[in-house]
C-alpha cells in the first residue's frame, strides 16, 4: 500500500504551519522527517493518522492502514505487559503478541504491570504495540525517546523487519537509526503568513 501525498497544508490550532507538502511512501521504504522545532512535524503525523483534518491537498492509501505512535506511550498502567499487548491485539483483530516481546525484549517483563516499569520499558512497550497492530504503515514520533543504545538497535531492527515483510515507516526523528531510507526536510514547506487586509484583521 503506497501513501500518497499531495500538495498538503495542515494548521496547529487553527494557524497554518506547513504547506505545499507531497511526497509518497511506498511499501518496503522508510522516511525520516526532519526540521526544526515547531515546525509541525507532530501536526503533519497526526494529520497523516486521521487525528484531525488538513486545512488542503490530498491523502492517498493511508484508510485503516496507519499505526500511529505519538510521544505518548499509550498504555494502561493496571494491566502488565502480556494484558497492554493483548488489549491492543484484541482492538486491532491480531492474535499473537509473542514477535512482539521477542523483538522489545520484554519476555521477562510480561507479569509486570506497566505502571511499575521504567521509562524505558515503557517505551518499549509503547512501541511493540505497533508490532501486534497488523497495519503496512508505521507513523513515529520521535519514538526513541528515552531508550539506551541498545533498545535503540532493538527499535532500528524491528522497523528493518517490518520494511523487508513489505511495509514502510515515516519517523520524525533526529538520531541516525541506520536505516536505508530517505529523508524529508519539511523546513521548506512552512506556511507563510497570511497578509492582514484590513484593520480588524490585525488583531484576530
Known amino acids: 500500500m503506497t501513501l500518497t501525498v499531495t500538495d498538503l497544508a495542515i494548521t496547529r490550532g487553527g494557524v497554518p504551519v506547513l504547506e505545499g507538502l507531497s511526497f509518497e511512501l511506498r511499501p518496503g521504504r522508510a522516511i525520516i522527517l526532519r526540521g526544526p522545532n515547531g515546525i509541525g512535524k507532530t501536526t503533519l503525523l497526526r494529520t497523516l493518522a486521521g487525528l484531525q483534518p488538513p486545512l488542503e ?29 493483548t488489549f491492543w491485539a484484541s482492538v486491532f483483530g491480531t492474535s499473537s503478541i ?24 515503557k517505551r518499549r512497550l509503547g512501541l511493540a504495540r505497533m508490532l501486534v497492530t497488523g497495519r503496512p504503515i ?7 525517546v528515552s531508550l539506551d543504545r541498545h533498545a535503540v538497535q532493538m527499535f532500528a531492527d524491528a522497523v528493518r523487519a517490518h520494511l523487508g515483510q513489505g511495509g514502510s515507516a515515516l519517523i520524525a526523528t533526529h538520531i541516525d537509526l541506520g536505516l536505508d531510507g530517505e529523508v524529508l526536510d519539511v523546513g521548506s514547506n512552512k506556511a507563510k503568513p497570511k497578509p492582514i487586509d484590513d484593520f480588524d484583521g490585525g488583531f484576530l
Do not use: C
Open 57 to 85: 491537498g490530498h491523502i492517498d492509501g493511508a484508510e485503516d492502514q496507519i499505526a500511529y505512535a505519538s510521544h505518548s506511550d499509550g498504555l494502561k498502567p493496571t494491566l502488565t505487559v502480556t494484558e497492554n499487548l
Open 98 to 121: 509473542q514477535p512482539a516481546l521477542n523483538a522489545f525484549a520484554l519476555n521477562e517483563l510480561a507479569d509486570r504491570h506497566a505502571g511499575n516499569l521504567s521509562a524505558g520499558q
Open 138 to 144: 508505521w507513523m513515529l514520533d520521535e519514538p526513541t
